[in-house]
């Protein structure tokens, strides 16, 4: 007899999460560090070309789960976030750019948290947890071969705080780009973003995500393109009607793109409840971009759930948040971004929401 009201709840909520980020509402200042117990350090290489970002989970960690739709993943630690497997929680996760050679950037993070004796407890001491993902920025970096290495990483760690999130051109968004479909040279620059709701519960959820995808990044307050893949005149081409038209264009190499990203949530969840997070925080990809989980995209959207908050813990809810944040930290990602390396930002394109304005 009640499921008719709740369902008729369940709606009415979702219409006003999917809204949370329109003209009328804000994002947090802070982005995913609102979520108390996080915090983000970047280190970007002195090129200005790549990078890489941690966030940090204070304490014993934070419950780990991920989803990883993209055709063409490069990350690390992913198995051991599998509902099945033994260890649950996540002491940091690391997002870089440099393809698979970024990678390394995990062993400086988990030297950085060996030396503070945090990690899984083992009879010879601790293993920290630090799954990772890389995005393919190699040929942003060019022949300069600077790429992000482990020291990277530990300095992004030792540089973490809780304060408000740097955005745009730094770090694991240094050398992102975004909107492939007509070739990287008729993209555009992207970086890093974030975002956070608060409700007046105490729940927080937020997020933070490089967007270096194939696709173009759409507001989803608007429908309109923000960043993505230029025409002959320098203009957004607006992948959907290119795709739509049956344009010739060019095919997404595998590993050659990538949009990878952590959400966090102060609620307590277990192993499979962070995994189910993760997978509907993924769906603010498909929101956000287009087209998303692309054969040439590597796709990866890590879950933190640090259980600071005494509320109850509705995963659907809080999933749904995730999702809202996600977008909006991937529109951000274009919105925060400079031009660099020969391409234009959305700035440039004046086509940055009027909200941001």
């Not at 809780?162 to 240094?174: H, I, L, S």
């Not at 959305?346 to 009027?354: C, H, K, S």
Request: hydrophobic content about 45%.
């Amino acid at each position: 007899m009640n499921t008719p009201r709740m369902l008729a709840g369940t709606c009415a909520f979702l219409v006003l999460t999917m809204n949370a980020f329109g003209q009328s509402a804000r994002p947090s200042a802070k982005g995913i560090t609102q979520v108390p117990g996080i915090r983000v350090g970047h280190f970007t290489l002195p090129s200005g070309l790549t990078g890489c970002t941690v966030v940090l989970a204070d304490g014993d960690g934070a419950i780990g789960g991920v989803a990883q739709r993209g055709g063409a993943p490069g990350t690390r630690e992913t198995d051991l976030l599998d509902p099945t497997n033994l260890v649950e929680r996540v002491n940091a996760v690391a997002l870089t750019g440099g393809s698979a050679f970024g990678l390394d950037v995990g062993t400086g993070v988990m030297k950085f948290l060996e030396e503070k004796n945090i990690g899984y407890k083992t009879n010879a001491g601790v293993v920290p947890i630090v799954p990772a993902a890389v995005i393919f920025d190699l040929p942003f970096i060019g022949a300069s071969k600077a790429r992000p290495t482990a020291d990277c990483g530990y300095k992004a760690a030792a540089a973490a705080t809780n304060g408000p999130v740097q955005e745009g051109n730094v770090g694991a968004g240094a050398g992102a780009t975004i909107g492939k479909i007509n070739g990287s040279r008729m993209a555009t620059k992207a970086g890093i973003g974030t975002a956070a709701i608060a409700l007046p519960n105490g729940l927080v959820v937020g997020a933070l995500v490089a967007v270096n995808a194939v696709g173009d990044v759409i507001d989803p307050s608007t429908g309109a393109v923000v960043a993505g893949a230029r025409d002959a005149n320098g203009k957004l081409a607006d992948a959907r009607k290119v795709l739509r038209s049956g344009a010739q264009t060019t095919t997404p190499r595998p590993g050659e793109n990538t949009t990878i990203g952590v959400v966090a949530t102060n609620a307590k969840l277990t192993k499979p409840q962070a995994a189910r997070l993760a997978l509907m925080a993924d769906d603010g990809l498909a929101r956000a971009l287009f087209p998303s989980h692309t054969l040439g995209d590597g796709d990866t959207v890590f879950a933190l759930a640090t259980g600071a908050w005494n509320g109850t813990a509705d995963v659907s809810t809080i999933g749904a948040l995730a999702a809202d944040v996600m977008a909006e930290a991937i529109v951000r990602a274009a919105v925060m971004a400079k031009s660099s390396g020969g391409l234009p930002a959305a700035a440039d394109l004046g086509t940055v929401p009027a909200r941001f304005k």
